[in-house]
């Protein structure tokens, strides 16, 4: 189940089945969006991303949707396996220096 | 995959002193670099803009006499967190760009001001 603590939401899945984590963007100008995997202690690590020109792009288990009249972006993992749980972040390029701008990010908790 | 290597990966400072945070592009020339800020259980908050050549652009609330960003050469971004309190606690990581939109990012730093 999903469940919304004092900063980061948690997402709870058994191993094997499929994780879905969600993520509203901010800017409607943003052109390009990433998911990025952040494991305790580490800087945060490249998923798959998608321009906006694109609603779907698919990766290896992974696969990324994007609805730009909603501002919405998903991030679908297949056959979650426990070396998935981790804080799954969002961003687009919509920030007024080029840099990032991160969502809230989303705890993925595998359990085995 | 390009890659940002960032050092110390880890720092225990005292309160009042200083910490120089290095941030490098291995294998690409970065003109623009990123300084971001995370606390325990929060997404990363962008502190700097780093430019080779010129000066920093820095957020609003971020003290630019207390966050002292270099950008001296194509590769080498580094970040001083001056007279250090607590409170500048954090972990802190950088990112650097290609011309492509994406972003790399370093390994963090984690600083803890006793």
């Known amino acids: 189940g999903e469940s919304v603590g004092l900063h980061l939401p948690t997402l709870s899945v058994q191993e094997g089945d499929n994780s879905i984590i969600n993520c509203a963007y901010s800017?409607?100008?943003?052109?390009?969006f990433i998911w990025y995997k952040q494991e305790s202690g580490k800087g945060p690590q490249f998923i798959i991303d998608i321009r906006s020109n694109m609603d779907k792009r698919q990766g290896q288990r992974v696969t990324v949707l994007l609805n730009k009249t909603v501002k919405h972006l998903s991030l679908q993992i297949a056959a979650t396996q426990p070396g998935d749980s981790a804080v799954y972040f969002c961003a687009e390029n919509g920030g007024s220096q080029g840099n990032l701008i991160f969502g809230k990010g989303t705890k993925l908790s595998v359990k085995p | 995959g390009a890659v940002v290597s960032q050092h110390p990966s880890w720092v225990i400072c005292k309160s009042g002193t200083s910490v120089k945070i290095e941030c490098r592009s291995l294998d690409f020339q970065a003109t623009t670099m990123f300084w971001y800020r995370q606390f325990p259980k929060q997404s990363l908050m962008l502190m700097a803009t780093?430019?080779?050549?010129?000066?920093?652009?820095?957020e609003q609330g971020v003290e630019k006499d207390k966050f002292l960003i270099n950008h001296a050469s194509l590769t080498l971004s580094t970040l001083t967190v001056t007279s250090a309190h607590p409170e500048d606690s954090s972990f802190y990581i950088c990112?650097?760009?290609?011309?492509?939109?994406?972003?790399?990012f370093g390994q963090g730093t984690r600083l803890t001001v006793v």
């Open positions: 780093s430019n080779e050549g010129s000066k920093a652009t820095y």
């Open positions: 800017n409607s100008a943003s052109d390009y």
């Open positions: 990112s650097a760009r290609r011309p492509s939109p994406e972003a790399f």
